[in-house]
């Protein structure tokens, strides 16, 4: 490959894709001849990684795509690019675990460019009481209408593993545990579940993330979401849309933890490229902290340098978008990284989904989620 012709693939979202775009541009970047290509969000849950890096040199990924990864050999391991000093800084500056994250046996295999977890998004002007608090207070707001769940996709898995920890009991990330959940927590848990997806509008049933806050911005059938990934863009003034405002993750009582499934996206740099200074400089660049604190929140991104999230500067421009999420991001659950995981998030998700249904006993999904999960370890 030469450096004169770098690929790089991300998401089809202004998040994703503006900040990195415009750093490409910028004179200093201008002869790497870096163009970012886009795929949808699902995209990245679909395709196998090794594919996307057979045809990429850097790829924005998930970081429970690590395992997978490691096992194809298909990423370069940070440490054999960068200075260890500068791995350290990295890790110290980024918010929550959104570094650890991409650590995989003993090495890490992608840089934190964007940080989100996920959080409570609300409508303020169509909820007349104080926000929700506890999971009990979000129950006694569903009761009234406008309150949904974010379960399409691999999101009904994610809620749920928000929730459990938010219930004293995260899910395991080691296959070789002898169980994912505890029973009587899962149950607890799927109980609060099943009560709102019975009460949410069933035209949420299908929507992800985003399509979720689009909905929200744009119509006021929804009013308050207690779990969904947080995106800073819907929190500003636009034309012709609402603003979207966004919270801690509810607790179940007072003093309990924020129950949070980790999201955000991290840069790889794929076994078919061939790192030069200047694209090494690059990626240093965008890690820097005047680029997380400056360029990315002006170009639609979410940093994940913890200086920005406690900026006044950064919160002021987006309604303290951070300030009032950055709780929730330190007590983020972080997903398996294991080989094998993707596909028992995507089978798991549809499973819980059955439930919710009434297609499937509680126990029973109980079950069959602790049984395929140990499976992984096989």
Same mark, same amino acid.
């Given at each position: 490959m030469s450096e004169l012709a770098i690929n790089g693939l991300t998401w089809d979202h202004p998040r994703g894709f503006t900040a990195l775009d415009a750093a490409s541009r910028l004179p200093q970047a201008q002869a790497l001849h870096l163009r970012w290509?886009?795929?949808?969000?699902?995209?990245?849950?679909?395709?196998?990684?090794?594919?996307?890096?057979?045809?990429?040199?850097?790829?924005?990924?998930?970081?429970?795509?690590?395992?997978?990864? =490691?096992?194809? %050999?298909?990423?370069?391991?940070?440490?054999?690019?960068?200075?260890?000093?500068?791995?350290?800084?990295?890790?110290?500056?980024?918010?929550?675990?959104?570094?650890?994250?991409?650590?995989? %046996?003993? #090495?890490?295999?992608?840089?934190?460019?964007?940080?989100?977890?996920? =959080?409570?998004?609300?409508?303020?002007?169509?909820?007349? &009481? +104080?926000?929700? =608090?506890?999971?009990?207070?979000?129950?006694?707001?569903?009761? %009234?209408?406008?309150?949904?769940?974010?379960?399409?996709?691999?999101?009904?898995l994610l809620s749920f593993c928000s929730m459990m920890a938010a219930h004293g009991a995260p899910a395991e990330v080691d296959p070789d545990r002898p169980y994912f959940v505890k029973e009587s927590v899962a149950l607890d848990v799927l109980d609060i579940m099943a009560t709102l997806y019975g009460r949410m509008p069933k035209s949420v049933h299908t929507l992800n993330p985003i399509g979720i806050l689009e909905l929200m911005a744009n119509h006021d059938e929804v009013r308050y979401c207690p779990l969904v990934y947080g995106y800073v863009n819907y929190s500003m003034p636009r034309a012709g849309r609402k603003i979207v405002t966004f919270h801690d993750a509810p607790i179940l009582a007072a003093g309990g &933890?924020?129950?949070?499934?980790?999201?955000?996206?991290?840069?790889?740099? +794929? #076994?078919?490229?061939?790192?030069?200074?200047?694209?090494?400089?690059?990626?240093?660049?965008?890690?820097?902290?005047?680029? %997380?604190? +400056?360029?990315?929140?002006?170009?639609?991104?979410?940093? +994940?340098h913890r200086t920005a999230w406690t900026s006044p500067d950064v919160n002021a421009a987006s309604n303290n978008f951070y300030q009032n999420t950055l709780q929730t991001m330190e007590d983020a659950y972080v997903r398996p990284r294991c080989p094998g995981y993707i596909e028992f998030q995507t089978r798991a998700s549809a499973a819980i989904r059955a439930a919710l249904a009434d297609q499937t006993a509680h126990r029973q999904l109980i079950a069959e989620l602790n049984r395929e999960f140990t499976r992984l370890s096989h």
């Open positions: 290509r886009t795929q949808p969000l699902e995209g990245f849950e679909s395709h196998p990684l090794r594919e996307l890096c057979d045809q990429y040199d850097l790829v924005v990924i998930d970081h429970p795509h690590i395992g997978e990864a =490691v096992q194809e %050999q298909c990423l370069w391991p940070l440490e054999d690019l960068f200075a260890p000093d500068e791995l350290r800084a990295w890790a110290a500056q980024s918010v929550g675990l959104s570094y650890a994250s991409y650590s995989w %046996q003993g #090495k890490q295999w992608a840089i934190p460019l964007d940080a989100a977890t996920q =959080v409570a998004a609300a409508r303020t002007d169509l909820i007349d &009481r +104080s926000m929700p =608090v506890t999971w009990q207070d979000v129950v006694q707001l569903s009761s %009234q209408g406008g309150v949904c769940l974010s379960v399409a996709g691999p999101h009904a &933890r924020r129950g949070s499934t980790l999201g955000g996206t991290g840069i790889a740099l +794929s #076994k078919r490229s061939k790192p030069s200074k200047a694209l090494l400089d690059h990626l240093r660049h965008l890690m820097a902290e005047h680029t %997380q604190v +400056s360029f990315i929140p002006a170009h639609e991104g979410q940093p +994940s």
